[in-house]
């Protein structure tokens, strides 16, 4: 005979021979010939020392225990004391009642989708994420999710958790910011025969994200196709001269005829231009003669209309100077005192009868000037 003690918080399992015979709980025991008994905590999991279900024969241990069975397509979630521990996968589980709070959420992975009761945090875990399928859609984007390859609903900005399973679970994403789509280097003979090339851009955005991405397949280079006939065929009915004066015009009607196609693929077209046109060499060449030519032109016409009005000016002062004869004095004087001050330095000889002379032509001089402003005034002549 042996005595054993089972203290509090404590279970003992007897067995003999390896053979399961009873459960002991608190107080003191007396064991028989060949028997040994195993004790556990009852603050940690059973883990049973022989298969479960011949243990769970005894009703008195089956009281004791808390079992927790998982199927092939479920996993628990376990918490103790509302604490999460870990994920039980397929299988059956035992727990020992009464010191700890065990609490379990079961998980039918049939279903993709989470019960909004289990926390994000929890979600996040190593344990549980990898029996996760995680998408994320930035603030710009738009999703669609897809099921088995059937579109199921739209997805704004978020992240998405579901649940591994048998099912494909996938996410399209598209950018919904405005973008620019450019045509570079086109080529296109004008209506002129004139060859010339085009750099070409358009501002768009997705309006209808299920057209774009359901209905059509590569939007944007359906886009792009879009853009080049419309711009061939439009631009292929100007001559080069037109095309270069209506540049601006012609963006703006190249926008509204496109711009129900644009719709059809989902998208919104917000603006679009000419950004350049580049010539061929020997046109250019031709262009900047023209050009020069003209420019010529108008230097010339400029220059003619000066000297007309030079021309006219020296008339009106011929015809003043003939009708007044102090007029045509003075501006022989005037002239004269021109050609004086280019002089610097002036010899003379005779004596005191040269400077008395030039005082007395000074004063001569300025009584001509008195006497032609005087009868300026008095007639309101206006030159």
Not at 3 to 15: C, E
Not at 68 to 92: M, P, T
Request: hydrophobic content about 45%; aromatic content about 10%.
């Amino acid at each position: 005979m042996k005595r054993v003690v089972i203290n509090a918080g404590t279970v003992g399992l007897v067995f003999k021979k390896g053979a399961y015979k009873r459960v002991l709980t608190e107080g003191n025991y007396w064991l028989r010939i060949n028997e040994m008994v195993t004790i556990y905590n009852l603050a940690k999991p059973f883990s049973p020392p022989s298969e479960l279900s011949i243990l769970l024969k005894d009703e008195r241990l089956k009281a004791l225990l808390l079992i927790i069975d998982v199927n092939d397509s479920e996993i628990v979630l376990q918490y103790e004391d509302n604490i999460f521990k870990k994920v039980l996968e397929s299988g059956r589980y035992a727990f020992w009642k009464g010191v700890v709070d065990f609490e379990f959420k079961k998980i039918d992975l049939n279903s993709k989708n989470i019960a909004q009761d289990i926390h994000r945090n929890v979600l996040l875990k190593p344990e549980v994420l990898k029996y996760l399928r995680v998408f994320q859609i930035e603030a710009f984007e738009e999703g669609l999710l897809f099921v088995d390859g059937k579109f199921e609903t739209h997805l704004n900005a978020g992240v998405y958790y579901y649940w591994k399973n048998a099912e494909v679970v996938s996410v399209l994403k598209a950018d919904m910011r405005q973008r620019q789509i450019e045509i570079s280097g086109q080529e296109i003979l004008t209506k002129d025969k004139a060859a010339l090339r085009l750099n070409f851009y358009c501002q768009f955005k997705i309006e209808d994200i299920k057209k774009a991405l359901l209905n059509n397949k590569e939007y944007e280079k359906q886009l792009y196709i879009v853009l080049q006939l419309a711009l061939r065929e439009f631009i292929g009915s100007f001559t080069l001269d037109n095309l270069l004066e209506q540049k601006d015009s012609i963006s703006r009607d190249i926008l509204s005829i496109i711009v129900e196609k644009a719709r059809n693929l989902g998208v919104e077209l917000l603006d679009c231009g000419i950004r350049d046109i580049i010539l061929p060499g020997d046109v250019k060449d031709i262009m900047n003669q023209v050009l020069v030519a003209e420019k010529k032109a108008q230097a010339n016409i400029v220059s003619r209309r000066e000297e007309t009005a030079s021309t006219r000016n020296l008339l009106n002062t011929a015809k003043l100077m003939e009708e007044n004869a102090m007029l045509f004095k003075l501006k022989e004087m005037e002239y004269i005192e021109k050609i004086a001050d280019k002089i610097n330095n002036i010899s003379l000889s005779g004596g005191n009868l040269v400077v008395e002379q030039l005082k007395g032509f000074s004063l001569q001089l300025n009584k001509y000037k008195l006497i032609i402003l005087k009868s300026y005034w008095e007639k309101k002549t206006y030159i």
